[in-house]
């Protein structure tokens, strides 16, 4: 098998992601001031940039276990710049991930870089590579809800506190979909390299249509979408955000519709 050699300039940063970041730097400096007369508009610019954000780092996890793993050719594709535009698919990537949060506020996971598994040897190692996504956003999440559970929210402005907790969510949402083991998410993956060669083959031709299962169950099924919220928020509860500020959160997100004086009483 040949080698691909990884060149320094397939580890710098891409200025897509640098700019992206500076977008929700710049919304969550004017939430915290209170800089415009569209406190809303600064809460989607915010948690829409920092969502896409979260993709990025979620997708160079994966990347970047893969290249130590064995994976040298993530480094040619762009995987290791952040680079949203270097992903295999941008639109089920971060187009359809921001969209389904503005419709359900849910954090849709993307599959998004390619893994040459052939390259890597090991169990462990395959499981691992699955696992680095959503381990990122376990991370994300324990990040965002800091304030909270650290009990400093004293001077944070309530605007900034429902964006954060909604933020906060999304990465709840997008742990808990995909660790979800079901073919076609990251959970599936943790545990495919376990299965019996059989029992992969009889599941493969489903893997295409996982997330998909997984998504329209979470939005037109009530039962199923009320019990995913409710562990949501009992796993949010306990990093210390009450479900009110979640909620007041994607009330204020959702720019285009009234409810903006949540953001008072929060």
């Known amino acids: 098998m040949v080698s691909v050699p990884v060149r320094p300039g397939d580890r710098r940063v891409s200025p897509v992601f640098l700019g992206i970041a500076a977008v929700a730097a710049v919304a969550g400096w004017a939430l915290w001031t209170g800089f415009g007369d569209v406190p809303r508009f600064s809460v989607f610019l915010f948690v ?21 793993s064995g994976d040298l050719t993530v480094g040619a594709k762009g995987y290791l710049t952040l680079n949203p535009l270097k992903y295999t698919h941008a639109l089920l990537s971060i187009v359809l991930p921001v ?21 890597i040897r ?6 691992l590579i699955s696992a680095a996504g959503p381990l990122t956003n376990v991370l994300f999440a324990v ?3 800091a304030p909270f559970w650290l009990d400093a929210l004293d001077g944070v402005p309530p605007a900034f506190r429902s964006a ?19 073919p076609g998410l990251d959970g599936y993956g943790v545990i495919e390299p376990w299965l019996s060669p059989g029992v992969r083959r009889q599941v493969e ?28 928020h009992a796993i949010l509860c306990g990093l210390g955000v009450e479900r009110e500020y979640s909620s007041c959160g994607y009330t204020l997100y959702r720019f285009w519709e009234d409810g903006w004086f949540c953001a008072v009483s929060a």
């Open 48 to 68: 829409t940039a920092a969502w896409v954000v979260s993709l990025c780092l979620h997708e160079y996890a994966h990347a970047r276990t893969a290249l130590h």
């Open 99 to 119: 969209v389904f949060v503005a419709l359900g506020g849910i954090g849709l996971p993307g599959g998004a870089v390619f893994i040459e598994r052939g390259r």
């Open 205 to 232: 031709p489903f893997a295409r249509y996982g997330l998909l299962f997984a998504v329209v169950l979470l939005l037109w099924v009530p039962v199923v979408n009320g019990v995913f919220f409710d562990a949501v």
């Open 143 to 145: 990040v965002c809800t």
């Open 164 to 182: 954060l907790a909604f933020l906060a969510l999304l990465q709840v949402t997008a742990a808990i979909l995909n660790f979800l083991p079901v």
């Open 122 to 127: 090991g169990r462990w190692r395959h499981s």
